[in-house]
């Protein structure tokens, strides 16, 4: 089969034939229609998060946002069948029986298996996946609009979720990209006033097109001046990578309000202690999201509710991906089609 694999740390993947891997007992075998591309597959990549970095497997095959059809099934497989078409996220695997698992935080599961980074994951014409772990789609949604939730919006759902947001409150998007994209639509699908803050002035149109009541540009002094002179968000949500993002969502909440947690700067977050105790801010950092999450977010999308704008490139286009992404230039999702996309209805 062909895959994208990861030999060394740095910009490129080799894309290459390698061996069809093999299902065990509580596992199924997928064909790959599409896998979404996601920033945090960069980051793997590029080995520049440590903590990602020294998890990687040698010659990893990346891609965890990954929706394909069922071939074959291990032994104790009882509740998917073959042709059955299923997403598989962030979390290959959780114990199920540690502290975390048993109180409802399996994304926290400390002995959690970490698709397209610990196992191979989706950029391949193959992949093995978790029984358990691997969600069946509702048939109303396409693989294409169905792959990026799978962590996009499965992170961006437990974001707001933690970050508590409801009906009638003011919520700030910080980073229309991937994320914040489908951010914008859940914060709006719950009552929320949806304020959308980036550089892109087509990203900020793509907000407004989506349900934005405003969009500002997260770089101009006077769009920051007015909306905390207009009292400021309820919860304001860091979608993008860049530490300046944070700086600013902090000076934007207003009292009691909420930053969430989700864009990874590399370099450490840093606010003064005076700023945070001034509003009693709450900062909520979240983590990719559980399967109870998932199953609520792929509702959500099957229900009209929330639309991922996708665009569809080869698996063998993967480095010219990556390199857009670097440059910021993808506005929504890339997907890559893989072999099962080539007869994908």
């Avoid at 069922?70 to 073959?82: F, P």
Wanted: net charge neutral.
């Amino acid at each position: 089969m062909q895959a994208a694999v990861l030999h060394e740390f740095g910009p490129t993947l080799s894309v290459e034939e390698v061996p069809r891997p093999v299902p065990g007992p509580d596992d199924v075998l997928i064909e790959v229609e599409v896998c979404g591309v996601c920033h945090s597959d960069l980051h793997v990549a590029e080995g520049d998060q440590p903590a990602l970095k020294g998890a990687t497997k040698a010659n990893l095959i990346p891609g965890h946002e990954v929706v394909g059809r069922v071939v074959e099934r291990g032994a104790n497989v009882t509740h998917l069948a073959v042709g059955d078409r299923v997403g598989v996220a962030w979390n290959f695997s959780t114990c199920g029986t540690c502290e975390a698992c048993r109180e409802g935080m399996e994304n926290l599961c400390r002995k959690a298996v970490i698709t397209g980074v610990m196992v191979d994951g989706g950029y391949a014409d193959y992949m093995v996946a978790r029984a358990s772990h691997a969600l069946p789609i509702p048939g109303n949604l396409s693989s294409e609009e169905a792959a990026p939730l799978f962590c996009a919006g499965l992170t961006v759902y437990r974001a707001l979720k933690r970050s508590g947001v409801t009906a009638g409150q003011k919520v700030a998007i910080f980073g229309v990209g991937g994320l914040g994209h489908l951010a914008v639509q859940i914060a709006r699908a719950w009552g929320a006033e949806v304020i959308a803050l980036d550089l892109d002035p087509a990203k900020l149109a793509l907000a407004k097109d989506l349900g934005a009541a405003q969009t500002l540009n997260a770089g101009s002094a006077d769009d920051i001046k007015a909306l905390r002179k207009a009292g400021g968000v309820h919860v304001a949500v860091v979608t993008s990578a860049a530490k300046a993002a944070y700086d600013t969502a902090l000076k934007c909440l207003r009292p009691d309000g909420v930053l969430s947690v989700v864009g990874l700067p590399s370099e450490p977050l840093s606010f003064p202690a005076l700023t945070l105790v001034g509003i009693e801010a709450r900062i909520i950092a979240s983590s990719v999201g559980t399967r109870d999450d998932m199953r609520a977010v792929l509702q959500m999308a099957a229900e009209g509710q929330l639309r991922c704008i996708t665009e569809t490139r080869p698996l063998a286009e993967v480095n010219a991906v990556f390199e857009r992404m670097r440059r910021g230039q993808i506005s929504g999702r890339v997907v890559l089609r893989c072999c099962g996309g080539q007869h994908a209805h």
